[in-house]
């Protein structure tokens, strides 16, 4: 850290821990005021979308997989999803509740890891989830319980648990027994317990005071909380198919960043559990309604802060979700649907844990992936990010540098941003001119 008179003062956290990829916040202050505040992800564009032209579409379950170690279902589903949209093919009854059950021991492993060891910590005052299982092992250790559940869905119905193996279009290349599913029930109704007072310990924790008037962004669907399936919908009265998603949200590059930014008809807006909460609240199961009834949580919930009750909340329904599945299962007569190559362009867009997560593909007659988009969650709130920052900003100035950089990243938390899966820190800057 470092700071003078004459050049300004100038914070730098050289590294941290619980932001999941390379990013760095500067911030200028004129006058006593912020006048600029930028959120840069500099770590070196990966070309996914590039690296996908050319591959066939027998490849690209396993491909697009490997964008994110965390949250390779979401990936997956939104890839297969467009594809089978192209030869029109429409997954229904056990392959549908399979492919939700999936994204189920997703939501559940992605959350149980954000609340426990990235975010509670913040509320412990604690710099890592292992300081804190010091003295909440407990804790810690209900956690770590509730991953592994998530992690043996994975691994079931995807082949393992990092990087899943089974799913292809038009379904999977192995669908499990009825025994084999039913095995997961008392795991499952120890999960749904664990997530219920999960629900409770997150609505007592102690919330800074912030408040924005926030667009939120999910899939709504007539049926369901959204996981796989429904149109792109926002607390402002919008609702559109996911057809339509790039007439609406545009994605633009900015010079301090690697990430490209996504607006919605030039507004910044969140997506992700506090987004589905409120789009979804009336299709959470009856156990999390009345869980979250218990704790006193109810809408509207416009402080980041609380997205981690959003988690937990969701890590409950998607136990509870999970159950129904194994409790109604009867194996699919083939653990995929035949379809006719054919050319054309799909789209789709599937609920990753950190929010809406989109794909468009263009192939050819042969299965030849032509073209490809992918807007993930993080770029869609890297600027409401930074509107989150730009208004807690002037309250922390008056802090020492390494209290103003905790309260940024702090916020920067609320979002789980998914920059990658490599390595883990922020450098902030603060300059006064």
Same mark, same amino acid.
């Given at each position: 850290m470092?700071g003078?008179?004459?050049?300004?003062r100038?914070i730098?956290?050289?590294?941290i821990?619980?932001?999941?990829?390379?990013?760095?916040?500067?911030?200028?202050?004129?006058?006593?005021?912020?006048?600029?505040?930028?959120?840069?992800?500099?770590?070196?564009?990966?070309f996914?979308e590039?690296?996908?032209?050319?591959?066939?579409?027998?490849?690209l379950?396993?491909l697009?997989?490997?964008?994110?170690?965390?949250c390779?279902?979401?990936?997956?589903?939104?890839?297969?999803?467009?594809?089978?949209?192209?030869f029109?093919?429409?997954v229904?009854?056990?392959l549908?509740?399979l492919?939700?059950?999936?994204y189920?021991?997703?939501w559940i492993?992605?959350?149980?890891?954000?609340?426990?060891?990235?975010?509670?910590?913040?509320?412990?005052?604690?710099?890592?989830?292992?300081?804190?299982?010091?003295?909440? $092992?407990?804790? %810690? #250790?209900? @956690?770590?319980e509730? /991953?592994?559940t998530?992690?043996?869905? =994975? &691994?079931? !119905?995807?082949?393992?648990a990092?990087h $899943?193996?089974? %799913? #292809?279009? @038009?379904?999977?290349s /192995?669908?499990?027994?009825?025994?084999e =599913? &039913?095995g !997961?029930?008392?795991?499952?109704?120890?999960?749904?317990?664990?997530?219920?007072?999960t629900?409770?310990w997150?609505?007592?924790f102690?919330?800074? &005071?912030?408040?924005?008037?926030?667009i939120?962004?999910?899939?709504?669907s007539a049926?369901?909380?959204?996981?796989?399936?429904?149109?792109?919908?926002?607390?402002?009265?919008?609702?559109?198919?996911?057809?339509?998603f790039?007439?609406?949200f545009?994605?633009?590059q900015?010079?301090h960043?690697?990430?490209?930014?996504?607006?919605?008809?030039?507004r910044s807006?969140m997506?992700?559990p506090?987004?589905r909460?409120?789009?979804?609240?009336?299709?959470l199961s009856?156990v999390?309604r009345d869980v979250?009834?218990?704790?006193?949580?109810?809408l509207p919930?416009?402080?980041?802060?609380?997205?981690v009750?959003?988690r937990?909340?969701?890590?409950l329904h998607a136990?509870?979700?999970?159950?129904?599945?194994v409790?109604?299962y009867?194996?699919?007569?083939?653990?995929s649907?035949?379809?006719?190559?054919?050319?054309?362009?799909?789209?789709?867009?599937?609920?990753?844990?950190?929010?809406l997560?989109?794909h468009?593909?263009?192939?050819d007659?042969?299965?030849?992936i032509?073209?490809?988009?992918?807007?993930?969650?993080t770029s869609?709130?890297q600027?409401?990010m930074?509107d989150?920052?730009r208004?807690?900003?002037?309250?922390?100035?008056?802090?020492?540098?390494e209290?103003?950089?905790?309260?940024?990243e702090?916020?920067?938390?609320?979002?789980d941003?998914?920059?990658?899966c490599a390595?883990?820190f922020?450098?902030?800057?603060?300059?006064h001119?």
């Amino acid at each position: 850290m470092s700071g003078s008179e004459e050049t300004g003062r100038t914070i730098r956290v050289d590294r941290i821990a619980r932001v999941e990829g390379e990013g760095a916040l500067h911030v200028t202050v004129k006058d006593g005021r912020v006048d600029e505040v930028r959120l840069s992800i500099f770590e070196a564009p990966r070309f996914f979308e590039r690296f996908l032209e050319g591959r066939h579409i027998s490849e690209l379950p396993d491909l697009v997989a490997r964008i994110c170690g965390i949250c390779p279902v979401a990936y997956q589903m939104s890839a297969v999803h467009a594809v089978e949209q192209i030869f029109g093919v429409t997954v229904e009854g056990p392959l549908r509740d399979l492919r939700r059950l999936l994204y189920c021991g997703e939501w559940i492993e992605s959350h149980a890891l954000h609340v426990f060891l990235l975010h509670a910590p913040d509320f412990f005052g604690y710099e890592s989830g292992l300081e804190m299982a010091k003295d909440y $092992p407990d804790l %810690v #250790r209900r @956690g770590l319980e509730l /991953r592994k559940t998530g992690n043996a869905i =994975l &691994a079931l !119905l995807g082949g393992r648990a990092i990087h $899943p193996v089974s %799913v #292809r279009v @038009g379904g999977f290349s /192995r669908v499990p027994t009825r025994r084999e =599913l &039913a095995g !997961l029930k008392d795991m499952l109704l120890r999960t749904r317990d664990a997530a219920a007072e999960t629900v409770r310990w997150v609505a007592g924790f102690d919330f800074p &005071a912030f408040s924005q008037a926030y667009i939120f962004v999910a899939l709504r669907s007539a049926t369901e909380y959204p996981m796989n399936h429904g149109q792109v919908a926002s607390t402002d009265g919008f609702e559109i198919p996911v057809a339509e998603f790039e007439r609406h949200f545009v994605e633009h590059q900015v010079d301090h960043s690697h990430a490209l930014q996504c607006s919605m008809d030039g507004r910044s807006y969140m997506v992700g559990p506090l987004a589905r909460l409120h789009l979804n609240y009336d299709r959470l199961s009856t156990v999390t309604r009345d869980v979250l009834a218990d704790a006193r949580i109810s809408l509207p919930l416009r402080n980041p802060y609380q997205a981690v009750i959003a988690r937990a909340a969701e890590m409950l329904h998607a136990a509870d979700e999970a159950l129904r599945i194994v409790d109604t299962y009867e194996p699919p007569p083939a653990p995929s649907l035949a379809f006719t190559m054919q050319s054309g362009t799909g789209t789709a867009a599937t609920e990753a844990p950190r929010g809406l997560l989109y794909h468009r593909y263009a192939i050819d007659e042969d299965g030849t992936i032509r073209t490809v988009v992918i807007v993930p969650p993080t770029s869609q709130n890297q600027r409401r990010m930074e509107d989150d920052l730009r208004a807690v900003l002037p309250n922390v100035l008056n802090l020492d540098n390494e209290a103003a950089a905790r309260a940024c990243e702090r916020v920067i938390r609320c979002y789980d941003p998914c920059i990658s899966c490599a390595t883990h820190f922020l450098r902030l800057e603060v300059t006064h001119a």
